[in-house]
Structures are given as C-alpha cells and as structure tokens.
T-cell receptor
C-alpha cells in the first residue's frame, strides 16, 4: 500500500515569509498528525485531526501556524510569518482508528525539512 | 503533563556487544511503542507493547514493558552496524495521542 506522502521535501525561506506543507495520509486512515521535530529531539505534536475535525491543537502556535484537513483526507500546514526557531523537520503521520483498535501505530511520511534564514 | 525520558541519549557500542536503552515515563500507561529513525529518514514502527509484562522480539532487538515501574527497555543483543539509528519510545495515554521520548542515538562501531 502507498505510504504517507509529503511535499515538498525541502524548503528554504527567509524569516517573516510564509510557507505551506502538504500531506496525503494512507488511504482509509482517519487520524492525521502533524509533528515538529527539531534537530536532536523527539517529534512534538502540533495538531491532530480525526477525519476533518481537530482533536488536539494544544501545542500549535496559533498566532503563526494553521492547519486544515478538508474532506478528511489531505492536509496542509501553514506558517505565517516564519521565525528562525521554526527551522525543523515537519512530519506528517496517520493511523487507522486508534480508539477502535485500542492501539495507536502511526505511519510517518518522509517529512519536510524547513530552514528559516 | 506526561514526561517521557530516555537514557542514554547517545550510545556508541562495538559490534557484538549487548546493551539496553531505557524509557521512563511519568504517568501510568499500559501502551508503549518503539520507533526507529535512520539519519535523514522518517520514523518506522518497531514494537507495540500493550500490557504490563509485554515482551516483543525482532532479530537482535527485544522490547519489554513494566507499567508499575513506568519503564520500558529496548535490549540490543550482539549489535551489528545496521542497527545504527535513533530509537524513540512513545507513550500512549488515550489511544489518540502519543508522547515521544527524547530519543537515543545509537552508533555501532565495527
């Protein structure tokens, strides 16, 4: 089966510019996650969708970050305006139905490496 | 707030040796996952531990879970170079949200 697709793979922008990332989860996966992974650290959850509804966005810096998942499939994550500290890898992951399965195995995309200069 | 800590953060070991990576967490949970991340790559699921005393093995890696001690271990037996990667544990509190540990970067030296 096809995995989680993300684009672009790399992005270099200047501070105060805007940027958007795209994610297409595994077909049939109801839950979609966006993580920020700063070099040398573990992934940090930014936002989680169940179908097209937001389950958790408590760690999303809402003054500059936004995300949507229209029609409960693809998702985009936007940063506007970007700051130097936003330099990181942005990972998208999806899972089938964690509550029904009583476990949450997440499948990750390759990530987008963002450099803010 | 759930805290997940791994130690060591960095581990350099010779081929053929054994070692253990520890994952401690602050809030009771009986579901824990281990992931592997190769340099420049994404995370790949290794083990799913869903109950106290659970033990899973795959090749030279064995993971276990002690929910009373809030501790999981990832044991490496007779390490080989191909195991060089960063290993993350992730604790699941509510099925829908997992919190990742700090990661352990493993380097296996020939």
């Amino acid at each position: 089966e096809a995995g989680v697709a993300q684009s672009p793979r790399y992005k270099i922008i200047e501070k105060r510019q805007s940027v958007a990332f795209w994610c297409n989860p595994i077909s049939g996966h109801a839950t979609l996650y966006w993580y920020q992974q700063i070099l040398g650290q573990g992934p940090k959850l930014l936002i989680q969708f169940q179908n097209n509804g937001v389950v958790d966005d408590s760690q999303l810096p809402k003054d500059r970050f936004s995300a949507e998942r229209l029609k409960g499939v693809d998702s985009t994550l936007k940063i506007q305006p970007a700051k130097l500290e936003d330099s990181a890898v942005y990972l998208c992951a999806s899972s089938l139905d964690p509550v029904a399965l009583a476990k949450n195995i997440q499948y990750f995309g390759a990530g987008t490496r963002l450099s803010v200069l | 707030e759930l805290k997940v800590e791994q130690n060591p953060l960095f581990l350099s070991m010779q081929e053929g040796k054994n070692y253990t990576i520890y994952c401690n967490y602050s809030t009771t949970s009986d579901r824990l996952y281990w992931y592997r991340q190769d340099p420049g790559k994404s995370l790949e699921s290794l083990f799913v531990l869903l109950s106290n005393g659970a033990v899973k093995q795959e090749g030279r890696l064995m993971a276990s879970l002690d929910t009373k001690a809030r501790l999981s271990t990832l044991h490496i037996t007779a390490a080989v170079h191909d195991l060089s990667a960063t290993y993350f544990c992730a604790v699941d509190l509510s099925y829908q949200k997992v919190t990742f540990g700090t990661g352990t970067k493993l380097q296996v030296i020939p």
